[in-house]
């Protein structure tokens, strides 16, 4: 049995504890916010906490707040020589305070409160500076029935940079898809399957070989005609260009 404390309200903190509290082998021992109103009801059985001096002992203190919070909740944590942890792809694992045994377990996915996760989709990369914290860390993912990867601070700087080419911009892309084809009436719903279809090539083929496209097909014609179309939004013009810019350096193109 793992036991643990989660410190920390917001998306990746709440479904942590949502997952840890139905996760045999593992004790939820508590559930921190300096907030009181960000867990007001938290799920049964657990113990709600919001002074730090009242923070139990466990094997494991996952700190999961925003990147420049890390440091300084990890320094006024009231004690030390325990496993404390944090869950962010971009801050190095020395942010955390000296006086604790120091790691990394960052679950390398998009979180959002009103969408439900299934955690055996959720690898987690673990960083520590002693063999025997990566084995308690290996072990709480396995009980949570997650994948675990041993990955350094520039190897997880490296994801999280990646994550936010294919996560953070490609939604973006999606967004503005939505507004163009709401412009014209047209219902949005139409553009999903070939969303997911998008997604499903690169789980068996490289985004190399994937890639289709006017720019990749080097028609100007059409290009030239979307760049026109576009006009009347600049922004979305630019990112045109530049990502059919993108896609012709890729695949040895005359750029525009």
Known sequence: MISVVVL???????????TLQRAKNINLVQWYSRDKNSIKSGPKDI????????????????IAVTDKAIEALSKKLPFENR????????????KIDIKHKRGVFYPL???????DLEFSEVPFCIETMRKEDSNQLITLANYMGSPSYMINTEQRQALHLSAVFVNNFSNQLYRIAHELSDHKSVNFDILK?????????????SPYNAQTGPAKRNDQGTINYHLRTLESHPDFQEIYKQLTNSIKITHGLKKL
């Open 8 to 18: 920390g309200a917001g998306n990746v903190g709440s479904h942590l504890v949502k």
């Open 47 to 62: 113990e709600l906490c919001h002074n730090l001096n009242n923070i139990k002992n466990a094997d494991i203190y996952i």
């Open 83 to 94: 496993l404390v942890v944090h869950t962010s792809g971009n801050i190095p694992l020395k």
């Open 109 to 115: 996915q998009t979180f959002s409160k009103t969408s």
């Open 193 to 205: 399957p070939l969303i997911l279809e998008t997604a499903k090539k690169v789980q068996f083929t």
